[in-house]
């Protein structure tokens, strides 16, 4: 597990890919249906504008290496021509009955979105930025840490289900840098959006 020390004037980033309004719409209504159902006891319910795919976890930063980053993440989306992801299966990490943490799963062109995690990684890490020792697993949280022990993730994808479909799919055209927030709601400030190249650019160089 990756140490870390951080000072009062660190900023904590992370790079992710975000999701489109509509995904963020229906996410929320997931979630709704999900607290109706009976399983609303979670410690913390994340905000709709803070769902999104973390690629890499940055961890403690000096506000100065921003400009950098975004540099080198620039590059990156520059090569990066869009694709297409769609929300699928709702899962838990932790004790099945009691999660950690609820997460919806993505589909769709997970190829491309794991070359890009990987590019992201290896265009950070000369940097002095760790990368998890643990295999990537693309994913969107939902919730924390459900205060009881009675949570059916099978009976919940049921639910889930009857509102799943093409409404779930959305194109990927950009990289984030965001910058977490202690103490506001949304949680996750965007410090910069790198675009992707369009399908009808060519790759320079």
Known sequence: MRKEVVH????????????????????TRWCDQIRNAGWD???????????????????????????????????????????TLRLAEIGVFGIPRRPR?????????????????KKVVQALTPLGFQR???PFRPHITLARQYKQHDFDVVRVSEIIARTAG?????????????RTMWGRVPMYEPLA?????????????
Request: with cysteine.
């Open 8 to 27: 009062i004037s660190d900023w904590r980033l992370f790079v992710a890919v975000r999701l489109d309004r509509p995904r963020r719409q229906l996410l």
């Open 41 to 83: 006891t979670f410690g913390k319910w994340v905000h709709p504008e803070d769902y999104h795919v973390t690629l890499f976890f940055l961890g403690a930063c000096k506000p100065e290496q921003v400009p950098y980053l975004q540099r080198q993440l620039s590059r990156v989306a520059g090569k990066q021509t869009p694709f």
């Open 101 to 117: 943490i609820l997460w919806a799963g993505v589909a769709g062109e997970i190829p491309a979105l794991n070359a890009l995690q």
């Open 132 to 134: 998890e020792d643990r």
């Open 166 to 178: 093409q409404q779930a799919e959305w194109k990927v055209t950009d990289l984030v840098l965001y």
């Open 193 to 205: 959006v790198l675009p992707f190249r369009r399908d009808d650019e060519g790759e320079e160089g």
